[in-house]
Structure formats: structure tokens, C-alpha cells
């Protein structure tokens, strides 16, 4: 998660190669450390898919959360055919804004439509833009099901004899080799 929120900041290739550690360290600890094989390709999965949507999820919730809602007006769009899709948006207080992809601006707002634009107080995170005030989902089943795995995992390790005298008895005993 850690990842996924550099990305959003000014570091996206620090929060690209955090989510590409863990991704690789979750699955190698739970597959070869504790010997859980589908416990490791979920936690492979699911960390992964954490760190892609965890970041806009966490920055969308911080900023409808804690941010100052303000309605606003869409005064022009760019992009498409290939091109990064901008919004200048024009809040009540008359300041003047430019929404990339990141503040939810995807080229799905026309100029001219009236938009609610929520500001997080520190001055961290550009604004967030929403057609309407409507909370969405968040990321937090997703990082539920990534912790709930690899607890799941560390709580039914199985050492490397268990591992073995599982896969004798799926497999029977060895035979001989008639020569």
C-alpha cells in the first residue's frame, strides 16, 4: 500500500518498485517459507492488484474524506485520440484548476458541466473531481483479502517433512524400478 500511494505522490517509479518488491516477496514467503502454494499465488494476485488500485482508491477516499467540497464548472477538456485528457475547471471561489487522469479526469466530463471538486486541506494532493458527490468504493477489501491470505498462510505453515509426507500420500509410497 505503501507503493501505491508513493505513485500517487511525486515518486510513481519509488511506488512502482515498492509494489514490485512485495509483489514477489508475499508470494516467496508464503509459497517457500510456509509451503502454501495457492495461499502464495493469491497473495501473487492480490498484492499486485493492491498496488494498481490502492493508490487512486486511497487518494479518492483521503480527499472526498478530509478535503473541502466545493462545486465547480468544467470551463474546457482536451485530449483523446491518444492524448492525456486535461480538465480546466473553474471552482466557486472563481480559482482556476487543471485536472489530469489522476484527479479523475478521464474525458468523461463536458465543458460546461457542473462538477464537484473536493480539495484536501494540506495542499499535498491536487483536487479530485467527481460528476457527483456520491462515495464510491475504496480499496480496503482489497488490502482485507491480501492480509487476511497471508495470515491464513502464517497460521497453517507446514514444515518441509509435512510438505513431503503430503505429497507420499497424495502420490503413494515410491516404487522400485523393476530391472
Not at 491536487?126 to 482485507?144: H, I, K, V
Not at 487476511?148 to 509410497?173: F, P, S, V
Request: glycine share 14%.
Amino acid at each position: 500500500m505503501v507503493g501505491a500511494v508513493l505513485a500517487q505522490l511525486a515518486w510513481p517509479w519509488a511506488g512502482v518498485a515498492v509494489v514490485v518488491a512485495a509483489g514477489f516477496t508475499a508470494p516467496v514467503v508464503a509459497g517457500m517459507a510456509w509451503n502454501r502454494a495457492g495461499a502464495a499465488t493469491l497473495a501473487a494476485v492480490t498484492t499486485f492488484a493492491l498496488g494498481l488500485f490502492a493508490g487512486p482508491g486511497l487518494y479518492e477516499a483521503y480527499a472526498k474524506g478530509f478535503g473541502e467540497r466545493a462545486d465547480a464548472l468544467v470551463a474546457d477538456t482536451t485530449g483523446g485520440d491518444g492524448e492525456r485528457h486535461v480538465c480546466r475547471v473553474v471552482d466557486a471561489s472563481g480559482a482556476v484548476h487543471d485536472l489530469s487522469e489522476k484527479q479523475n479526469c478521464g474525458g468523461q466530463f463536458a465543458p460546461g458541466q457542473r462538477i464537484v471538486l473536493y480539495t484536501e486541506p494540506l495542499g499535498v494532493l491536487r483536487p479530485w473531481a467527481e460528476a457527483t458527490a456520491g462515495r464510491g468504493p475504496d480499496a480496503g477489501g482489497l488490502f482485507t483479502l491480501t492480509a487476511a491470505t497471508l495470515l491464513y498462510a502464517g497460521t497453517r505453515r507446514r514444515t518441509d517433512q509435512e510438505a513431503r509426507a503430503g505429497k507420499r500420500r497424495a502420490q503413494g509410497a515410491p516404487r522400485r524400478s523393476e530391472s
